[in-house]
Each structure stands twice: as structure tokens, then as C-alpha cells.
């Protein structure tokens, strides 16, 4: 499986409210993780709920690529997402990194790293203790 996938996939769940086709890409052990999880999320549900989870935390949102590292069983990707906030409505750009292991051709480890605070509610008239990350020129 290339990273190529994974990102058709994604921008199928962000741009049309798609799951099926990431799910899709997960072997029936696989395990997920991001900041928002005290511990990864297993099996085809845990896959799913890290997925809905992603996806309802904004209304509109747009992953774009920065950087790919591809071996041939694992692959890093730096990445800038940008949308808006389901709770607030706050417009959002932020950097992470995902690395993906593979087994065969299905996905069985995702971890994502990101600043998970920046998705804390922050009242209108308060300034934001943590800025958003820009992306490299």
C-alpha cells in the first residue's frame, strides 16, 4: 500500500463525508492514536469511531500533505490541516505528523501527533495561549 491511498481516502472522508473508503484501508487488528486518546483505539470499531471523531470536530476541513517518508512497511507524513471548528466555528490551521505501518497491503498502525490543544475551546474575548502552527516556506 502506498501513502497515495491513504490521502484519497482521507480527503473522501473531509471532502464528502465518506468514511468507507479509509476504512477500507485498516487490517481487522489495527490500532489507532492521536493526542485525544488516553490509549489507541482497536479493531475495525475503534478504527471507525477515530474516524467519526476526526470528522465531527469540524465542519469543513482540509489536509494538505508537507512531507512523505515511504519505506516499504511504514511511511511518515507531515502535514497542514486547515477548517473550521465544529463546536466554535473557530478557524483553524494546524501542523502534525502521521506515521502509518502497514502489514500486507492493509493498514495496522495509525499515530497521529498534533497540538491537541488548540481544539480547547477558547472564549471569543480571550487570547489563545497556544497560536496556530504556519506552514514552512
Do not use: C, K
Request: net charge positive; glycine share 4%; no cysteine.
Amino acid at each position: 500500500m502506498d501513502v497515495d491511498r491513504f490521502l484519497q481516502a482521507l480527503h473522501a472522508l473531509e471532502e464528502r463525508h465518506d468514511p468507507a473508503p479509509l476504512l477500507a484501508l485498516f487490517a481487522p487488528t489495527a490500532e489507532v492514536w492521536s493526542p485525544r486518546y488516553a490509549a489507541p483505539l482497536r479493531g475495525p470499531e475503534g478504527v471507525a469511531q477515530f474516524w467519526r471523531d476526526y470528522r465531527a470536530a469540524f465542519r469543513e476541513v482540509r489536509t494538505v500533505p508537507l512531507t512523505i517518508i515511504q519505506e516499504a512497511l511504514r511511511a511518515a507524513v507531515e502535514w497542514t490541516a486547515t477548517g473550521t471548528t465544529a463546536e466554535t466555528g473557530r478557524r483553524l490551521t494546524y501542523q502534525g505528523a502521521t506515521i502509518l505501518e502497514w502489514r500486507g497491503n492493509r493498514l495496522q498502525r495509525l499515530a497521529s501527533y498534533f497540538d491537541a490543544r488548540l481544539f480547547l475551546p477558547v472564549p471569543p474575548h480571550v487570547e489563545p495561549a497556544v497560536r496556530p502552527l504556519t506552514p514552512p516556506r
